[in-house]
């Protein structure tokens, strides 16, 4: 398996992605094209000692970078030779399994729908990322790729990441949850009211675990494995999570320093203060996949460390060898919705 | 000043509205109404060894109960003799300064509206919690009243909260942020967009302090005084910060008794960790304002203890207090959006 990174995108690139790549290489067992600045990835690797490249590693000359000021929606397609572009090319082209970047998200999704494009069928890609939950994990779709959504979207936001809840993350039969402010099927906006309708149906039809409308607050406390949101409000799930985390942990540091007594008890609980930091640090789950795009496509945090971007090249070989592509090829009759004038309806 | 409560409203009711009323008659010294079934009532206050009325607190007589089961945009209709009907029919008619209820939010609204009715010209009402964010207290308007929104709602969303972050949190100039799901002007979807053109033209003229589109986590570490959102974004970024909060609280206990050593530093570290329980604990703010309703209504939380409704009627108190409503009156003018066919313009 073939998995070719961005190595210039990122707050922390080349050198993180560089070094964050040969450790997946010698841990996960993947051969690596890195795309960049080949000068500039060579400096990276005298800095870490690293003078020959290693067997499965290999540099592709990209002279160009898709930067943060760049028109998210153009910018793939102004700088042919970015190490954006020239990436999902080779992906595109079959000459590797996966693309891995760090940079623009704009740039990525609209490189990812415009050139590697998606699935037949497939109306939007949707950003769906592993969130920590009470217990365990959850997948969150869509998270910010789609600010307007129609209710086909979402009903296949839902297919898309019940397969990669099943062949990633190992659910037998996810639980999919519809993110809405209420429990009962009257609550939300008249967009809820017709995806409820439509789960409902492939609920009935054996098709999907639909579990009903889950408030915000039961969904992080466990209540489902998959949560369909529209990419507004599941990036605002998202963000107030994150923030959420970072707040309390300052203020949980405050809390620690505020007197010598707290000082020496802040020491004895560290060691056991460590899983949770772990589950709530980004950088271990390390990347979030394009789901809908014909091939593994996935962004890493744009603050991306080595160790993030290891474990964003490990959610991409997980992609790969998930056969999750070919599951929703297969099942994509089933994600259809007919419209008529102003209604949403299945097809009979 | 007289507090009317409804008594018969929520989880714990009605034992928890008459102590925590009896509180707040004692400590804030407001006069007050508990609106319910007297029998039941007295028993509470025999409960608590109160065998007389203190001067300033009545009762009054109401037969029925609003249940969750009941049809919320009805009930207050259906149920004339119902404790929330008949309470918010005395502050109507100037009977009582406020209403307090821990009752069905969605039957609060619908009798706030369509009883006590909205401030001429406002749109809609709005519930505006105060939430705890990285060094101090922000307003989230609205969070849950209307799901779907148009410019204008929310426009006047930022004004109500506005005057509530002057008057009642003495902000003097509040920092207004419109939730989005980026800060550039072009994030977010077409409401977004509109709301932001709005927002922009009211701080031109100098009457706003709009600080531009912030995301959720932005917010969370204190970014604006007051975050603008329509009702379900809102309700579910209030939602995650409950669902973050008590999931972090759990996984921290989690670690405090892994082991010996950790249980220790749970023990020196307690007293230090009170401020920021205190700072996540719903019941220290109590309760939320309705804003746009023509008198104050104050929204109890479901689950309200005696000391949740003893700070939901503090709440009430400072509402009645602030000048609020005047304020909203003599502004009105500014909040009116004109709408011409598809398009929303400000009048010239």
Redesign the interface.
């Known amino acids: 398996m073939k998995i070719v990174v961005d190595a210039m995108g990122g707050d922390h690139a080349p050198l993180a992605a560089v070094q964050g790549a040969l450790d997946a290489h010698r841990i996960h067992g993947v051969d690596i094209v890195l795309v960049g600045r080949t000068e500039a990835l060579q400096d990276c690797m005298k800095q870490i000692n690293i003078t020959e490249l290693p067997a499965g590693v290999e540099l592709k000359e990209a002279t160009e970078v898709v930067e943060i000021c760049d028109d998210p929606a153009t910018a793939f397609k102004k700088k042919k030779d970015s190490s954006l572009t020239v990436g999902m090319q080779m992906v595109k082209d079959g000459e590797g399994d996966a693309f891995v970047s760090a940079g623009s998200t704009g740039a990525l999704l609209a490189g990812a729908t415009l050139l590697v494009k998606r699935i037949r069928g497939i109306r939007r890609a949707a950003l769906c990322p592993i969130i920590?939950?009470?217990g365990g994990k959850a997948l969150l779709c869509d998270c910010?790729a789609n600010?307007?959504c129609t209710s086909e979207y979402l009903l296949q936001f839902a297919y898309l990441a019940n397969f990669y809840a099943k062949r990633v993350l190992g659910v037998e039969s996810p639980r999919i949850g519809l993110?809405n402010?209420g429990a009962e099927p009257s609550?939300?906006?008249?967009l809820?009211h017709e995806v409820f309708a439509l789960l409902t149906e492939a609920k009935e039809a054996g098709r999907l675990n639909f579990v009903g409308n889950i408030?915000?607050?039961?969904?992080?406390?466990g209540g489902a494995d998959v949560i369909v949101a529209d990419?507004?409000?599941g990036?605002?799930?998202l963000?107030?999570?994150?923030?959420?985390?970072?707040?309390?942990l300052?203020?949980?540091k405050?809390?620690?320093y505020?007197?010598t007594?707290?000082k020496?008890?802040?020491?004895?609980?560290?060691?056991?203060?460590g899983?949770?930091r772990k589950?709530?640090d980004p950088s271990e789950v390390g990347g979030t996949a394009f789901l809908g795009i014909s091939k593994p496509i996935i962004k890493a945090h744009g603050s991306s460390d080595a160790h993030a971007f290891c474990n964003a090249i490990l959610r991409a070989k997980e992609y790969v060898e998930s056969g999750l592509i070919a599951d929703i090829e297969t099942h994509i009759a089933d994600m259809k919705v007919e419209t008529i004038g102003e209604k949403t309806q299945m097809p009979s």
Chains 1, 2 share one sequence.
């Open positions: 920590p939950v009470f910010g600010a307007e993110l402010i609550k939300g906006d008249s809820r408030e915000a607050n039961d969904a992080l406390m990419g507004f409000a990036n605002i799930m963000k107030t999570v994150e923030g959420s985390a970072k707040f309390m300052k203020e949980l405050k809390a620690f505020s007197n007594k707290s020496i008890g802040a020491l004895l609980i560290k060691d056991s203060l899983e949770m589950m709530l």
